[in-house]
């Protein structure tokens, strides 16, 4: 069984960076493909970016492009998510997910991950 542990989150003033952390544990939990989702208040959960590790594949949002960038510490089992150049509309809850089954790639959609963190706060002020 999967556990995904995201840390990293915070306080922070527009423009700055933030580097998000999602640790897994498990036995082959680095090998699964990985993605960070938001949750702003009364909003739905987005996408915001995924890496498949053994395919070779990012994807971004497009509102994040040039500014995010996923990566993996394999070693480590654990996914990153470098935020730079952060904007007021990035604040959210932001969440990793993990796809054990499988699914077709890009995995943009909430149904197409079956394991997630608890989540961790990011609250960007202007």
């Known amino acids: 069984q999967v556990q995904l542990v995201e840390s990293g989150g915070g306080l922070v003033q527009a423009g700055v960076s933030l580097r998000l952390s999602c640790a897994a544990s498990?036995?082959?939990?680095?090998?699964?493909?990985m993605g960070w989702f938001r949750q702003a208040p009364g909003k739905e959960r987005e996408f915001v970016a995924a890496?498949?590790?053994?395919?070779?594949?990012?994807y971004y949002t497009d509102s994040v492009k040039g500014r995010f960038t996923i990566s993996r510490e394999y070693a480590k089992n654990t996914v990153y998510l470098q935020m730079n150049s952060l904007k007021p509309e990035d604040t959210a809850v932001y969440y990793c997910?993990?796809?054990?089954?499988?699914?077709?790639?890009?995995?943009?959609?909430?149904?197409?991950?079956?394991?997630w963190g608890q989540g961790t706060q990011v609250t960007v002020s202007s």
């Open positions: 890496i498949h590790w053994s395919a070779g594949y990012i």
């Open positions: 997910a993990a796809d054990s089954v499988g699914r077709t790639w890009p995995l943009i959609r909430t149904y197409q991950y079956n394991t």
């Open positions: 498990g036995r082959t939990a680095s090998s699964y493909p």
